[in-house]
């Protein structure tokens, strides 16, 4: 019995209740909350839902509580239920209704966790999005992880999920990028605020490689090259570093496009024409401030030439013409005022604000020996994703990212995450996987525990229940991860389940497999299928964060 399940008996419980002592059940909830009490004394489950309701039906929530845990005693799945306080309710399951959560793992093996709450909706998910003018660096590289991660997580609460990458192939940083390339291969010094590094050095010698007399060209004539074959180098390279990560997209969006399509016009004369558009002092404006945002935007300069909004108001609306009922932006530290005036550009188009979402993700620091790490080997004034990788791997590259709240600065520490123990995270998940998978291997040398049935009613040890009750959160957390847009979530789930797994699987009395000559029990053959749901779910849950769950360690 998960706790989904239990909320459900408790809900058809108190109906049952209310309607026999004359009491109205439309008072109740549409979902009760179920929880486990901090202290495993209290119970295995605990719910205030007499407290919530009592006033509404006219009755003493200590009384409703009393009612409640009688004709929870009387059911199969329940072994005590005490009231506590003003009204909580303390409950205790029986072991064969826990162990039928083991069942359930079984059955629905790398599905279990999966729901279909958002069966239906399509989302759109932009993410990375890095400019085409140098490696990935570690602010986009945290979103690589966590917006891959929350785009798995979406997919598996039944959302049509396209993962969607901004590029950003127009405007002053591509022309930079392409005078810092001229300057890196005719040895001229990098122009003002342009790009340095060695990777401008490789780019441009390639270029000069594969178009020989390039340098003798018309100034313009060249600049536009190595503009359009620099774009390509990078971007390849870009892609490539993802891919090689394990962050992939459905969708490659050109900037550019808008303005060659004259989406951005097209969107601008809408604009005009509905009003929200307003000239002053020469340029024109969005009047963003009368629908939330901070302050009106400017989206025509007055030399004519569009802001960067422009192009942001024409992609929005591209979006939701292709169809998405939810479009959801993962943007950097820097980037708090696109808030306000995407939902601003949503609302003036006439759409609900609620379809734009912008999540903001917050600096990553590098540290080793307790030491910021601050510079790349090939891109010399910032960490890139190839730097992470290389220093401590994909895997944990991956964890690292995502265990945190993307909301929240993020050291890293590189000595922690190489360590082959314990105290590194995700090799804490990953042993616990390959453990369990050591012991379905040797189980797979008696043939009896194809043909012994398992009794769950003996996981009667506080070591079984506590690991069972774990599995039996996972679709809650998966649930609550997809909701709040909050992968780490998952990551600190795993680490709770690897935490409950160890007392059990150290627990030398709590024996998985038979000694010397034993036959094979009902018991082993329970503790087997405890074994093997706690191995799908550190499965299931990994996969949800890219990261692997390896069957040796």
Same mark, same amino acid.
């Given at each position: ?72 005693d009387a059911t199969d799945a329940v072994a ?12 205790? $399951?029986? *072991?064969? /209704?826990? =162990? &039928? ?6 059955? %629905? #093996? +790398?599905?279990? !966790? ?66 810092? $390339?001229? *300057?890196? /291969?005719? =040895? &001229? ?6 790009? %340095? #590094? +060695?990777?401008? !050095?490789?780019i441009a010698d390639k270029i000069v490689a ?64 509905? =009003? ?119 895997d944990a590259a991956r964890y690292s990212l ?152």
């Amino acid at each position: 019995m998960t706790p989904a399940d239990l909320a459900d008996l408790l809900h058809a419980t108190a109906a049952k209740v209310l309607v026999e002592r004359g009491l109205d059940p439309a008072v109740l909830p549409d979902e009760v909350t179920v929880e486990r009490p901090r202290n495993p004394e209290h119970g295995d489950y605990a719910t205030n839902l007499a407290m919530r309701v009592a006033k509404k039906a006219g009755a003493n929530p200590r009384e409703l509580a009393t009612w409640l845990a009688e004709a929870l005693d009387a059911t199969d799945a329940v072994a005590a239920a005490e009231v506590a306080g003003p009204g909580f309710l303390n409950i205790r $399951l029986a *072991a064969s /209704a826990q =162990g &039928a959560i083991l069942e359930q793992v079984r059955s %629905a #093996g +790398a599905a279990y !966790g999966t729901a279909e709450t958002l069966s239906g909706t399509k989302i759109n998910l932009e993410f990375v999005s890095a400019n085409p003018t140098g490696p990935v660096h570690l602010g986009g590289t945290r979103w690589a992880a966590v917006g891959d991660a929350l785009g798995r997580i979406l997919d598996a609460q039944g959302a049509d999920v396209v993962r969607e990458y901004y590029f950003n192939d127009h405007g002053a940083q591509i022309d930079r990028f392409a005078e810092s $390339l001229v *300057a890196a /291969a005719t =040895g &001229a010094p990098t122009p003002e605020k342009g790009y %340095a #590094g +060695a990777y401008i !050095g490789e780019i441009a010698d390639k270029i000069v490689a594969e178009h020989p007399g390039v340098l003798e060209i018309e100034p313009d004539a060249r600049l536009e090259r190595f503009r359009a074959e620099g774009v390509e180098l990078m971007f390849a390279h870009i892609k490539k570093t993802l891919h090689d990560f394990g962050t992939d997209f459905d969708v490659y969006f050109n900037e550019s496009s808008l303005f060659a399509s004259g989406a951005v016009d097209e969107a601008v004369n809408t604009l005009k024409n509905s =009003g929200d558009l307003y000239e002053k002092d020469g340029a024109w404006w969005i009047a963003s401030s009368e629908y939330g945002d901070d302050q009106d935007r400017v989206v025509i300069k007055s030399d004519g030439n569009a802001a960067y909004i422009a192009g942001d108001i024409a992609y929005f609306q591209n979006k939701r013409s292709r169809g998405f009922d939810l479009c959801i932006y993962m943007l950097g530290a820097d980037h708090h005022g696109y808030i306000g005036r995407l939902k601003a550009a949503a609302a003036a188009f006439g759409d609900d604000p609620a379809t734009v979402e912008v999540l903001i993700g917050q600096m990553v620091n590098l540290l080793r020996d307790g030491v910021a790490v601050r510079m790349s080997k090939r891109a010399g004034t910032v960490v890139t994703l190839d730097d992470l990788v290389e220093a401590i791997g994909v895997d944990a590259a991956r964890y690292s990212l995502v265990r945190s709240s993307a909301n929240s600065s993020l050291d890293i520490d590189l000595d922690l995450w190489t360590k082959q123990d314990s105290v590194n995270p995700v090799y804490y998940v990953q042993y616990a996987h390959a453990r369990a998978a050591s012991i379905g291997r040797n189980a797979a040398e008696f043939p009896e525990y194809g043909t012994v049935e398992p009794d769950f009613a003996l996981l009667t040890a506080d070591e079984e229940g506590a690991l069972i009750r774990t599995i039996g959160e996972f679709p809650r957390v998966v649930a609550g991860a997809a909701s709040l847009r909050e992968p780490h979530r998952i990551a600190r789930y795993l680490e709770e389940l690897a935490g409950a797994y160890h007392p059990f699987q150290t627990n030398k009395s709590l024996r998985v497999l038979p000694l010397g000559d034993e036959p094979v029990s009902p018991t082993n053959v329970a503790r087997l299928a405890l074994v093997n749901a706690t191995k799908q779910v550190l499965a299931n849950g990994l996969a949800l964060l890219g990261v692997s769950a390896p069957e040796r360690m």
